[in-house]
């Protein structure tokens, strides 16, 4: 890269003066093109009075620039055509729909390009106001989550990144891509930057790189988009520097992307998978979480190709095979000759991603040791606790790929299936059918039996708040976005879990703070495809970044949030219930700290108050379902809508 | 510290109590798919006073794991009496929780000693309890749940 010279003085310069020059700043606005930016900081020393401390005073040009009491030059740099344009470019030929950001200064230059170049401008990506970078990141969560792919999100240096960790952490723990870029403005706020600013973050990113020329960080980005998607998924990071932003790169191309290599089973099991489905009496396919969409579609294709019965993990969270598909269920004979386990425990063949502990084991060099992340250091193992559940005992992991190796089993099954196989196929198929059907309908008809309990009681119950919803999406294409775990998991039992992202599953890490936010970014993949997405929003979560309420309104998001409004973090104030009862001191003070009382919040006024439409506190059930027929209709004109719901604590 | 888990989760299983498991594995109701428990309410005397009954009810956090009105949560009881029986059953039954420390936080139903719960404050818990009745109407009564159903049987794909 032709790096460019250096302004003399940085704006870190100008932070460090206290007093102004006029002169200097006429000085700047004459200053001949090609020249550096000579009119945003006078040269170190130049034209200003040392203050106090030994630090040169800013020029009256600094301070205006900063103050925005002047527009910096138009003359002080040709630029025809800015790195960062570059960079979006490359953002924009990789498919990133969304970039959600909160603003910061190390990042301008991206900034301006994300709004102004291309046309439309602002389009692939489009850029999303986020109020916080947590909202930000976690947007990214959900959309993902949602759509099997990456958006980005942009952070300011240092503080940025610290604002969003706890998201970048939920996200790689639960394995999501998440594409992020930061900046780094090494000449304006000194604490804003650092040496390495991937490192605050290493040890929960699955990659990260730092470039130093213009050419590299069109590599990078690349290079990120790719670690995120490959398994194990996760967080990726490319740190920019605001110089390589605004440089000017006028013969720069971009290189020529090569999508990643996916790690498959060899052609031998393929053959092998492929036979014991064949030959099986009863094969059975159980589904884990497949990457995207497309490998959802690979694990129907081949679950009618051998007429195996399934199961799924639709139910709980996203990318698993389609719950209401007549072969998921347990099929007319639940005596299994072959199970082939897809992101999950199969008996006779288990094809499972790597795990997330092979990363954390290069990644945490300092040795933090999350749980569940590093073998040995607590929490569920090296899997993240993913792979491996399932009743049967299971077949030794084939660490490939699943959806990638899918495309192989299914060419290996067509190639060896015979008409008499065929033909047997086609009859098991039909008594999967009818059996899953009347399973369905029995399972569901003992739920409602149980869901009657509390029906008519005051607060609501949570099993009516989801049924209640149900009847009024069932026919519309649905994203149930936040994590049911608080909330009873109603839907678990009532609703149909048919597309990859009928139910985008739980926090990854379980920190709070998550479900508005990953429902914001889950709007966002919902917003062009007519689908509407469902928040049943707990209280404790939406208090971490209630702001993203504004970015839905602002952006014009297809979702309805309903909240699950039990005014505590109820979870921990059972927990401290049994505390103090096992220490025998009563439980009339284990309210304190985990109870939001005394206030109580009132979510519609919050609601408006971020612009979003609203209604509530309701606690009389006969008049919910109103009130989520208006909420369901704002949703599908793409308005934003929250209906406040006081509710059993479960 | 090893050893001091392993001392700990011993006393825990020596300790004559009802289990952990007992206190907090089962199902309430409106989870799963149970049957809406349909024992009838107990006719045993009641001897508090269950307006201020009510008041200890959430004080004391009842509702945490009963639902505001017993019938919800994770451990519902209206209509699955069991240990509410009698008024002498319900104050057994809380001063014998479990009361070991647990090494990982639990919901399980607490220990109400009577320092911390008098007896007349538990009698008054009960006689509020027992005013508690099923709210929920029969299936055929809920338009909602029956449409759920309906749509579930025309989905035959």
Partial sequence: MAKSQKTSVGRRGFLRNAAAGAAAGAAALVTPPLVEAQGQGQGRGTGTAPAPTGVPAPTQAQIDRETGNVRPPSTVRTITRPGSDLMVQTIRDLGIEYVAANPGSSFEGLQESFINYGNPPNKMPEFITALHEESAVTMAHGYAKAEGKPMLALLHGTIGIQHGAMSVYQAYYDRVPVLMIAGNDPDFIAAHTAHDMAGMVRSYTKWDAEPKTIDEALVAIQRAYNEAITPPMGPTLVVLGSEIQKDNAPNTKIPAYKPPVFVTIDATRAREIAKGLLEAQNPRIAVGRLRTPEGVQRSVELAELVGASTSTAATGGPMSFPQRHHLCGPGADTTYDYTLGLETAGAQASITGPALAKTAATRDTVNIGFGGTVPGAGGRGGGGGRAGRGGAAAAPPIEADAEASLPLIIEEVKRQMTADQKTRIQARIAKHTSANHEARVTAITQAVESKRAGWNGTPISTARLYAELWPLIMNEDWCLSSPSNFSGGHHVQLWDHNKPYSYLGGQGAGGMGYGAPASVGAALAAKARNRIVINVQTDGDLNYSPGVLWTAVHHKLPMLTVMHNNRAWHQEYMFVEYMAGVRGRGDDRAHIGSTLRDPYLDYAKMAAGYGMAGEGPITDPSKLSAALKRGVAAAKRGEPYLIDVITQPR | ?157
């Fill in chain 2, 1 to 157: 510290m090893k050893k001091y888990y392993v001392a700990i989760a011993l006393a825990a299983l020596a300790t004559p109590m009802v289990t952990l498991n007992a206190q907090g594995g089962g199902r309430g109701a409106g989870r799963g798919g149970a049957q809406v428990a349909n024992v009838p309410a107990p006719t045993s005397p009641v001897t508090g006073n269950a307006a201020a009954g009510k008041a200890l009810y959430s004080t004391y956090g009842c509702y945490a794991c009963h639902g505001y009105n017993g019938e919800t949560g994770a451990r519902a009881f209206v209509g699955r009496w069991g240990n509410l029986s009698t008024e002498q059953n319900f104050l057994t039954f809380l001063r014998g929780r479990a009361n070991v420390a647990p090494l990982a936080p639990s919901t399980s139903m607490p220990s109400f000693s009577d320092s911390a719960l008098s007896d007349k404050q538990a009698k008054d818990i009960y006689a509020y309890i027992r005013t508690f009745k099923s709210s929920a109407p029969e299936l055929k009564d809920i338009p909602t749940l029956n449409a759920i159903v309906e749509a579930a049987k025309q989905d035959k794909k």
